[in-house]
């Protein structure tokens, strides 16, 4: 089943700063990479106002993205989860 997780900026988040720059940026980043990597997050990026990211999920319920999400080392201080909302997709170019 596919989601669609929208998190925003946590309270540790300083808007002065660029993302690589934030605090604890190479551990965040360590482990997004590997949620890629094991092919939970399937997209996932900044939206246009950069206060909010979105993410493309495959996961069985919502239950298992909040318990994942919540090992991110920015969990509840730079990112906190805004909705998870399940996505039926209806048009896929990856399926031939």
Same mark, same amino acid.
């Given at each position: &089943? =596919?989601?669609?997780?929208?998190?925003?900026?946590?309270?540790?988040?300083?808007?002065?700063?660029?993302?690589?720059?934030?605090?604890?940026?190479?551990? #965040?980043?360590? =482990? &997004?990479?590997?949620?890629?990597?094991?092919?939970?997050?399937?997209?996932?990026?900044?939206? =246009?106002?950069?206060? /909010?990211?979105? #993410?493309?999920?495959?996961?069985?319920?919502?239950?298992?993205? /909040?318990? !994942?999400?919540? /090992?991110?080392?920015?969990?509840? !201080? #730079?990112?906190?989860?805004?909705?998870?909302?399940?996505? !039926?997709?209806?048009?896929?170019?990856?399926?031939?």
């Amino acid at each position: &089943m =596919f989601l669609v997780v929208v998190r925003r900026s946590g309270p540790q988040w300083d808007p002065t700063r660029p993302l690589e720059e934030q605090s604890g940026w190479p551990a #965040h980043a360590a =482990f &997004m990479d590997g949620l890629v990597a094991d092919g939970f997050i399937i997209l996932g990026g900044p939206l =246009f106002d950069e206060v /909010r990211v979105a #993410h493309a999920i495959e996961a069985e319920s919502e239950d298992e993205i /909040r318990k !994942t999400l919540a /090992r991110d080392p920015w969990s509840g !201080t #730079h990112l906190l989860i805004d909705t998870i909302e399940p996505w !039926t997709i209806r048009l896929d170019a990856r399926r031939k």
